[in-house]
């Protein structure tokens, strides 16, 4: 079974709030946004059309974008994604996106969108702002304790005009939302998975800029805690070197942690030398195939360019069979 980790739909009649669905492909600022507004984005036919062309059974549908537009919108949202899950149940499942600025109409979302509505998981930013960032207590923290009581994951997706981001020659859009889930990943193994360490997560995009400086991670890492392993005075305020910080355990500290979070391979539309970063610096069992569609992936052309390269990859067939969906499956227990 091929699962698309990494989808997007945007109810029509959401989609209206915000742009004129009779008008091509428009990018907008707006809430905050740095969207682009395309038809796909709501018709269901079409997408359901290019998974067909390329083989993919199923997308998990999520639009964590718009978060920022407060706890109307996203009861709209997800009212709108639940009826096509019950139209279209055996190809799409959903995560709900959550008001994540107020905190009580974010907890009740959660408890509606998954006791009633049976969505599948909750949908986050990698940041709203500088203060609302994932390692906000106050605001986060009662988010990620619905997550564990309802043992569903957490699928995370950038922020589209990350804070402190230039916007001149295309930063914010290329590479300043991979910094964003750098950020992410950084702040969840230091402030947030201690404190839940049976909470289930799916990291967007290879990571964004993250698996190219992990090793960068591990050197500089600072464990809460003593790992009992004497560091020499001159090396404590250096980056630890490869082979140090597997002797003074730096490296299974920093992996305990890293390992409980899954990693989407959407944000380069199955790009072969991200897809290979990927699978090495990665344990193999939480990696997920996903697209981004329709922003990165269009059609099922690129669905089928995607898993053409996945098939041209050095690894087993059994770990290609686990990124095309195993591994989704096992994490949405469905298998």
């Known amino acids: 079974m091929i699962i698309d980790a990494h989808a997007h739909h945007l109810p029509l009649d959401v989609y209206k709030l915000f742009a004129d669905p009779a008008l091509p492909a428009v990018r907008s600022r707006v809430q905050g946004n740095d969207f682009v507004f395309n038809a796909r984005l709501y018709k269901v036919d079409d997408e359901l059309q290019a998974m067909d062309f390329a083989g993919v059974d199923m997308a998990i549908l999520t639009i964590s974008q718009w978060n920022v537009a407060g706890a109307k919108v996203c009861r709209q949202i997800n009212e709108g994604v639940a009826a096509h899950l ?26 509606y969108m ?16 500088q203060e609302l960032t994932p390692n906000n207590k106050e605001k986060m923290f009662p988010i990620y304790a619905k997550a564990v009581e309802y043992d569903v994951p957490i699928f995370w997706h950038p922020h589209l005009l990350p804070y402190n981001t230039d916007t001149d020659c295309t930063i914010n859009r290329s590479v300043g939302r991979g910094f964003d889930v750098s950020r992410l990943v950084l702040r969840l193994v230091y402030d947030v998975l201690p ?7 799916v990291i967007p995009h290879f990571g964004g800029g993250f698996l190219a400086h992990k090793q960068r991670a591990v050197a500089f890492f600072e464990p809460s805690t003593d790992l009992g392993v004497p560091v020499p005075p001159e090396l404590k305020p250096l980056p630890k070197s490869p082979l140090e910080t597997e002797e003074f355990g730096y490296k299974a500290a920093f992996d305990e942690l890293f390992d409980r979070l899954y990693i989407d391979g959407a944000g380069s539309a199955g790009w072969d030398p991200i897809m290979r970063m990927g699978f090495a610096a990665v344990r193999h069992d939480r990696l ?13 052309r690129d669905y089928k360019y995607y898993l053409d390269n996945v098939k041209k990859l050095d690894i087993s067939e059994e770990d290609k069979k686990a990124f095309l969906g195993g591994n989704m499956a096992k994490l949405l227990k469905m298998s």
């Open 288 to 300: 997920c195939f996903g697209t981004d569609y329709p922003f990165e992936v269009h059609t099922g």
């Open 195 to 201: 404190h839940f360490p049976t909470i289930k997560m």
């Open 86 to 111: 019950i139209k279209y149940g055996d190809r799409f499942k959903a995560a709900g996106s959550v008001p994540v600025a107020d905190t009580e109409a974010a907890v009740q979302e959660i408890d």
């Open 114 to 129: 998954i006791k009633e509505l049976k969505l599948s998981g909750i949908a986050l930013l990698s940041s709203q702002g």
